[in-house]
């Protein structure tokens, strides 16, 4: 094949150098489009080719780290989860993740995001400090109560859905679709005790109630985790919460080992992973 | 240290970019509009309502000027934004607090979200909008 018989994909990037560059601006380079071409695969060539000192963050090329959310053609994606056969065009605009300050070219500031996450809890509260320290058991959890909160769980931080959100994009003080997610991920996990806690951080103009459902986070989220439902369920479980119509519950206590003679013809359990043997 | 990094919010531009454009985005900005629209409607309102306090002269000079075709194409405007919002409102009331968004599910590619849920009661709300504010508000503030 000659190289005239190549195609060419245009990527317009976004750059912006601190210290340098007033203002952010665009720049255009050609590149050899070779088949399964993800948009992170074309800035790497882009990089190799034309623009050496082009910065973006990525790691695990595989949808899982959440660190290559960009502004893929107007919307954001995850670069490498995005083929650029898929995008339908010669032309690949990419810009950094919007209503984050860019540090520089394609590398968002998720600092304000991962701040906020971090005032909402996102982790198991419970009283029983010194079972959390040195586990001797297991805490007791079913197959349905894990279903309660593990579509938000697959949740990968990446910043598409802040990137998406029109309310984010006006209101500093919200504190956004992914630490919300988050906070209701705790909340419903049947081994947490912390509603009451997070409550007090939820309520007011930064919390869910700044949210009016425009759906955006739901629909960009690379990993169908599904904010927006999550955010109006925590809104539910508040409301039900101030009219004490909410079921109380202690977090779930940890797993009794069974008691009685073990059958013969089930195997033996693998060594334990805590706890004395 | 200050920080060199450039800021990237994107303000109003946000309502109308960034995103994927679902159905429940379109809803979003037209309630934003409507309100707005509505909030202009009531300061204009009582603007002109309060000039029968000073004397009615001004109220009957007041009530000339808003009397001609372009404010009652206006007020249809007013009351069309008025079905729309209260509706809208209506219909995230019942999501905001938890109905028709599902309940959490394993998610599956393709993935199927909670706004794909809710459009069917979307569009319920923009057609029943659709046929009381032509209908009804033509035939008050056109044809009168």
């Not at chain 1, 590149?31 to 074309?42: E, N, Q, R, S």
């Not at chain 1, 898929?86 to 032309?91: N, R």
């Not at chain 1, 679709?177 to 103009?205: C, H, I, W």
């Not at chain 2, 393709?110 to 849920?117: F, I, M």
């Amino acid at each position: 094949m000659t190289d005239a018989a190549v195609k060419q994909v245009t990527f317009h990037v976004r750059r912006f150098e601190p210290g340098v560059d007033r203002a952010p601006h665009w720049e255009s380079h050609a590149i050899p489009l070779t088949p399964g071409m993800t948009v992170l695969d074309g800035l790497w060539k882009l990089k190799e080719l034309s623009a050496p000192s082009l910065a973006w963050r990525s790691s695990c090329r595989m949808g899982i780290c959440g660190s290559c959310g960009m502004l893929i053609n107007g919307r954001p994606r995850l670069a490498c989860n995005t083929q650029i056969s898929e995008l339908g065009t010669d032309v690949v605009a990419v810009a950094p993740l919007p209503n984050f300050a860019i540090i520089k070219d394609l590398v968002p500031d998720l600092r304000p995001m991962f701040e906020t996450h971090r005032e909402l809890m996102p982790y198991l509260i419970r009283d029983d400090v010194a079972e959390q320290d040195d586990p001797t058991l297991e805490y007791w959890q079913s197959p349905h109560e894990l279903e309660h909160y593990l579509q938000f769980s697959y949740c990968i931080k990446c910043g598409c859905c802040m990137a998406a959100c029109p309310t984010v994009a006006t209101d500093p003080q919200y504190a956004g679709p992914m630490p919300l997610g988050q906070a209701q991920r705790y909340n419903t996990d049947s081994r947490d005790g912390g509603f009451a806690e997070r409550k007090e951080v939820l309520s007011g103009g930064s919390g869910p109630w700044r949210c009016h459902f425009a759906g955006e986070c739901s629909q960009v989220c690379p990993k169908g985790v599904d904010p927006a439902k999550a955010i109006q369920l925590m809104k539910r479980e508040l409301v039900s919460d101030l009219l004490r119509m909410r079921k109380r519950r202690d977090p779930a206590p940890v797993v009794q080992p069974p008691k009685g003679p073990r059958r013969e013809e089930i195997p033996a359990a693998p060594p334990r992973t805590a706890g004395e043997a | 240290m200050a920080s060199r990094a450039h800021p990237n919010r994107l303000g109003i531009k946000g309502w109308v970019a960034g995103g994927r454009w679902g159905f429940a985005r379109y809803m979003y900005t037209l309630h934003r509009l409507t309100g707005l629209g509505l909030l202009a409607y009531f300061v204009m309102h009582i603007f002109v309502t309060s000039t029968r306090a000073i004397g009615p002269e001004s109220w009957e000079q007041a009530m000339e000027i808003v009397s001609g075709p372009l404010f009652a194409f206006g007020e249809y405007l007013v009351f069309a934004a008025f079905v729309f919002h209260a509706l809208n409102g209506i219909r995230l009331g019942a999501i905001e607090l938890g109905f028709a968004v599902g309940v959490p599910i394993e998610p599956v590619y393709p993935y199927e979200t909670s706004v794909g849920r809710t459009q069917r009661l979307a569009k319920a709300v923009l057609m029943i909008a659709f046929v009381v504010a032509v209908w009804g508000g033509l035939d008050f503030f056109i044809w009168k």
